[in-house]
C-alpha cells in the first residue's frame, strides 16, 4: 500500500487494541468511546482485507497476521515519534534562534536575553548575525530583528521594539572639549567615525555646515563598534538612541545636542505560525514590556 493511503489513524486504534485485547480499555486510552474503536478497526480490516481480531464471548483474540504485524508497526511507530522529535528539536519550546544586526545584539539584545535567560534557565538562545534581508526559508529560525519600516512581506507579522532618536555621542573627556555651543560649528574640526547608518554627509547639509575632513576619520562595520570606538576617544559617532543608550547609563558616553527624531526603528518580526509559539509569545511580551 502506497504511503498516501495509510490508514494510519486506525493503525493507531489497532496497536492500542491489541495491546489491550479490549475495545473498551483501548477507547479510554485514546479518549473516544468503545463504539469509535470498534468502527476504526471495522474500516480498518475492509481496506485490508484481513481479520484482525477473533471476537470471542468476552474478550478479543489477535489473529495470527495481526500478531506477526505488530513488531513492524510498532517500531514504525517509534520512528514517526523520533522524526516529530528531530523536528522539534530546533523550534522545541526550550529553544530560540534569533537573527539581529550584530550591533543590536551587542548593545542592545544581549543584555535583555541574559535578564530573560535568568528568569528562565531552561531555556537556551541561538543568535544569528543578520545585517541584511533575512530569509525565513532558508534559516532555522524562529524570530529577527530588523531595522527601518515594518517589513512589506505578507507572511511576515512584527511587533516595533524601539522608536529612535539618531544621537551624536562623544566620551566625556572630548564632550567637554567640544562644549555645549554650535554642534555642527564645533564639530566642525572634530575627529568623525562612520559606520553604514550615520550619515555624516546628510548631518552637516541639513545645517548648512561642512567638516573639515567630512569623509575622514575612521570607519567601521556597524554601530557597535563605532560607539565603542568612540568610547576609546577616537571622535564622536551618531547613532540610535536604543544603541548608545547603556553606554550613556555607565558613563562611558554622552549625548551631544537634542538628537534627530526618525520614523525608522527595530522591528521583531516572523512568520505567522512562529508568532502563534508561546516561547515567540513570552519572548516578545518580555522585550516590550507588555
Do not use: C
Not at 489497532?14 to 478497526?41: C, N
Not at 471476537?55 to 510498532?74: D, G, K, V, W
Not at 528539536?89 to 535567560?117: E, N
Amino acid at each position: 500500500m502506497k504511503r498516501t493511503h495509510l490508514p494510519l489513524n486506525a493503525l493507531r486504534v489497532f496497536d492500542a487494541a491489541a495491546r489491550h485485547l479490549s475495545f473498551t480499555k483501548a477507547a479510554d486510552e485514546l479518549a473516544v468511546t468503545p463504539a469509535a474503536v470498534g468502527q476504526q478497526i471495522r474500516a480498518l480490516e475492509d481496506v485490508l482485507g484481513v481479520v484482525l481480531f477473533k471476537r470471542l464471548t468476552r474478550n478479543l483474540e489477535l489473529t495470527p497476521e495481526a500478531e506477526r504485524s505488530l513488531p513492524a508497526l510498532r517500531a514504525g511507530f517509534l520512528q514517526f515519534e523520533e522524526a516529530v522529535r528531530i523536528m522539534q528539536d530546533g523550534q522545541g519550546s526550550k529553544s530560540l534562534t534569533i537573527a539581529a544586526p550584530r550591533d543590536v545584539t551587542a548593545k542592545w539584545l544581549a543584555a535583555r536575553l541574559a535578564a530573560y535567560g535568568a528568569q528562565h534557565p531552561e531555556l537556551r538562545f541561538a543568535l544569528v548575525g543578520a545585517d541584511g534581508p533575512v530569509d525565513f526559508t532558508q534559516a532555522n529560525l524562529d524570530v529577527a530583528i530588523l531595522y527601518g519600516a515594518m517589513p512589506s512581506e505578507e507572511e511576515l507579522n512584527g511587533v516595533r521594539l524601539t522608536t529612535e532618536t539618531l544621537r551624536v555621542v562623544a566620551a566625556p573627556a572630548l564632550a567637554e572639549r567640544i562644549g555645549s555651543g554650535g554642534l555642527a560649528t564645533a564639530l566642525a574640526e572634530v575627529p568623525l567615525i562612520h559606520h553604514p547608518r550615520s550619515d555624516w554627509p546628510g548631518w552637516f547639509a541639513a545645517r548648512q555646515a561642512a567638516h573639515a575632513q567630512a569623509d575622514g576619520g575612521l570607519s567601521v562595520a556597524d554601530a557597535a563598534l563605532a560607539l565603542d570606538a568612540a568610547a576609546a576617544g577616537f571622535g564622536v559617532t551618531r547613532v540610535a538612541s536604543s544603541l548608545s543608550e547603556a553606554d550613556i547609563a555607565a558613563g562611558r558616553l554622552v549625548a551631544l545636542g537634542d538628537g534627530d527624531a526618525t520614523e525608522s526603528g527595530y522591528w521583531l518580526v516572523a512568520p505567522a505560525p512562529q508568532w502563534r509559539q508561546a516561547k515567540v509569545k513570552a519572548l516578545v511580551a518580555f522585550l516590550t514590556g507588555s
